[in-house]
């Protein structure tokens, strides 16, 4: 099971050509690594397999850790300007270098606010103002994400990779019906090329 999986470089050199166990992907519609995601799938000698893709999800939607670390250093590098590596930190994570999504993204107001209200930090660093209504700036947050990863990876590993070996239904048959049927994305060599380009971190 495979998550926001990374740049070609990273991917396709693990081989996934040679993997011939089920395999389920998920990725999201604003991730830049997304057909990564599908030129994978393609590759895979598995006959099992499936692309699950996450409307409105970024690559950074599936670290369900950054909210926290959100507030944390930007409650320290706002206390304590000398703070230098939680203000590069918070930063980072308010501002990235990369295309994975930046923190209003993803994380929901309290992030900005409990314990700590950093949204004095945010609106220094980005010129954003965060406001109850406008965060988070995808309509999907971290804790609706992490809810929907731990369905299917309850279903894959305990449904799926447990059938019994008279059960032939297609492993996709066992996936919760949302999560079922959807449209397999097309891509093409500059697609790739992109997502190399984009440094998603990973």
Same mark, same amino acid.
């Given at each position: ?13 693990? &081989? ?14 604003? &991730? ?53 590596? @939680? ?79 008279? @059960?032939?239904?297609?492993?996709? @048959? ?19 090329? &992109? ?8």
């Amino acid at each position: 099971m495979g998550m926001a999986i990374g740049v070609p470089a990273i991917t396709f050199g693990a &081989d996934v050509q040679n993997i011939t166990i089920p395999a389920l992907l998920l990725a999201g519609t604003l &991730d830049a690594t997304l057909p990564v995601s599908a030129a994978a799938l393609d590759k895979m000698a598995s006959t099992e397999k499936a692309l699950v893709i996450f409307q409105n999800a970024n690559h950074r939607h599936f670290d369900s850790g950054l909210c926290a670390q959100t507030q944390s250093s930007g409650a320290i590098g706002q206390a304590d300007p000398s703070a230098i590596l @939680d203000l590069q930190t918070a930063t980072g994570l308010l501002k990235p270098p990369s295309s994975g999504g930046a923190a209003m993204d993803f994380c929901s107001f309290d992030t900005f606010t409990t314990p700590t209200d950093i949204r004095p930090l945010v609106a220094s660093v980005t010129g954003f103002n965060v406001t109850p209504t406008n965060v988070p700036t995808t309509g999907l947050g971290t804790a609706e994400m992490k809810q929907n990863v731990i369905e299917l990876a309850v279903t894959f590993f305990g449904k799926v990779l447990n059938r019994p070996s008279d @059960d032939q239904r297609p492993f996709t @048959d066992c996936l919760p019906k949302r999560w079922r049927g959807q449209p397999k994305p097309n891509w093409t060599q500059q697609d790739l090329d &992109d997502a190399d380009k984009a440094q998603v971190d990973d």
